[in-house]
């Protein structure tokens, strides 16, 4: 696997694909199975699959979340290659962003009005530029990224088709742990008790998902039962919602398309998690 730290050295390997298909897999590092899974999905539709690894500062709202935020760039490293990455792109701050950085990509909208767009302050606004650099740098065919970061991917798909970037973006859906927990890299800040309460998250989408299935369309009787049951587990709930896939706006009625979506406090670690109410929740849990 090419290991690329410039952007001249990644545009230089880009360029020597000229025919050939490839996928971008963009991430922060601290790579799990739900990383992984983006690997694999581009590895099986792409002839060349570059992966990049940077924890972008300006999509933080918070400086303690970025200082905490887990890395390893080592067994990152040696995960990529195992699955047979081709390249990995991994960048220092200073050299992806000038010191006169000034040029933003600024979503706006309803699908920024709400989750964690409201709570998060500028992180869409980080989230959008970065990934118009990397694209722009990478000039993928593809680029895959996780459900479980389910309005960064409508916000990046509304991007990609507002600004006519040559991409296809693929949604890959959430990858979780035997438990149900969503993986996440900032699982491993969890101490063990935060780790065992946080269980209740995708037990109560899984409980959602059944009050719909059983014919429950009202969000209001959902999101009641879900707070209820969150505030006994978790340190602080910031948002708990149910929105129109597409749009992300506040459903009044429920309908297979409807998206159950949270974010919850253990201790300091911000987890969200989501699920289409019209989809069943993995058997196993
Ligand atoms: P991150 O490193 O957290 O920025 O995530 C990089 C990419 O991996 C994003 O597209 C995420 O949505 C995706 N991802 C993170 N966790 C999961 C998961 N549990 N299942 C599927 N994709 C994930």
Redesign the pocket.
């Known amino acids: 696997m090419k290991v690329l730290t410039k952007k001249a050295d990644l545009r230089a390997y880009r360029r020597s694909l000229s025919a050939e298909v490839v996928g971008f ?6 790579l ?4 992984m ?2 690997v694999r999905a581009a590895k099986q539709s792409c002839d060349r699959v570059i992966a990049s690894i940077f924890v972008n500062p300006t999509q933080f709202d918070r400086d303690a979340d970025l200082q905490s935020y887990p890395s390893d760039l080592e067994a990152d490293q040696a995960k990529l290659v195992a699955e047979g990455c081709d390249a990995l792109f991994t960048i220092a701050k200073d050299s992806m962003y000038e010191a006169d950085f000034s040029t933003w990509v600024v979503p706006e909208g309803s699908l920024v009005a709400g989750l964690c767009g409201r709570t998060r302050g500028s992180h869409f606004r980080g989230v959008c530029t970065v990934v118009t650099k990397l694209l722009s740098l990478v000039q993928p065919d593809r680029a ?6 389910f309005q ?2 409508a916000i990046i798909q509304r991007m990609v088709r507002d600004l006519d970037l040559p991409v296809d973006i693929v949604s ?5 742990e035997a438990d149900g927990l ?4 900032r699982n491993q800040l969890l101490t063990a008790e935060n780790r065992a309460a946080a269980v209740t998250i995708s037990q109560l989408l899984a409980r959602a998902r059944d009050m719909f299935a059983k014919g429950e369309r009202q969000p209001q009787v959902i999101k009641s039962m879900v707070r209820e049951q969150l505030e006994v587990s978790a340190r602080a709930i910031d948002y708990i919602e149910i929105v129109d896939r597409q749009s992300l706006v506040p459903c009044e009625r429920l309908c297979e398309d409807s998206v159950m979506a949270l974010a919850a406090f253990y201790g300091d670690v911000r987890l969200i998690d989501n699920h289409r109410l019209g989809d069943a929740f993995p058997s196993a849990l």
């Open positions: 897999v963009p991430t922060m590092g601290a799990h199975e739900g990383h899974s983006l895959f990224f996780g459900q479980k970061d960064q991917l890959c859906p959430i990858v979780r969503a993986l996440s890299s």
